[in-house]
């Protein structure tokens, strides 16, 4: 069945910098636009960034541009999301999830990361 587990979360710094990790099975990753989402506290799920099966097209959120890079190894079946300059509003649950290029569907248990000083 599909699996994603995703690592790497922590509690960072403010303008601190941070990789997330998801580890992909189940399923043929190649051929799978893959995402990752938030939530943070209180609120509800957002996306953060997507890239397009073979790694040539990313998109991000406005309020992450420039700071977070997602990427993917499609020989390890691995999404990647390097987060740099982080601010307290990151402060979320981080799932990675797979999908279209229109919507995300299934999604991992998720791993913390807290920005904070």
């Known amino acids: 069945q599909v699996q994603l587990v995703e690592s790497g979360g922590v509690l960072v710094l403010p303008g601190g910098s941070l990789r997330l990790s998801c580890a992909a099975s189940?399923?043929?990753?190649?051929?799978?636009?893959m995402y990752w989402v938030r939530q943070a506290p209180g609120k509800g799920l957002e996306w953060v960034s997507r890239?397009?099966?073979?790694?040539?097209?990313?998109y991000y959120k406005e309020c992450v541009k420039g700071r977070f890079t997602i990427s993917r190894d499609n020989a390890r079946n691995t999404l990647y999301l390097q987060m740099n300059s982080l601010k307290s509003e990151d402060t979320a649950v981080y799932y990675c999830?797979?999908?279209?290029?229109?919507?995300?569907?299934?999604r991992g248990q998720g791993t913390q990361v807290t920005v904070s000083s």
């Open positions: 189940g399923f043929t990753f190649t051929t799978y636009w």
């Open positions: 999830a797979k999908g279209n290029s229109l919507r995300w569907t299934t």
């Open positions: 890239i397009n099966g073979g790694g040539g097209m990313t």
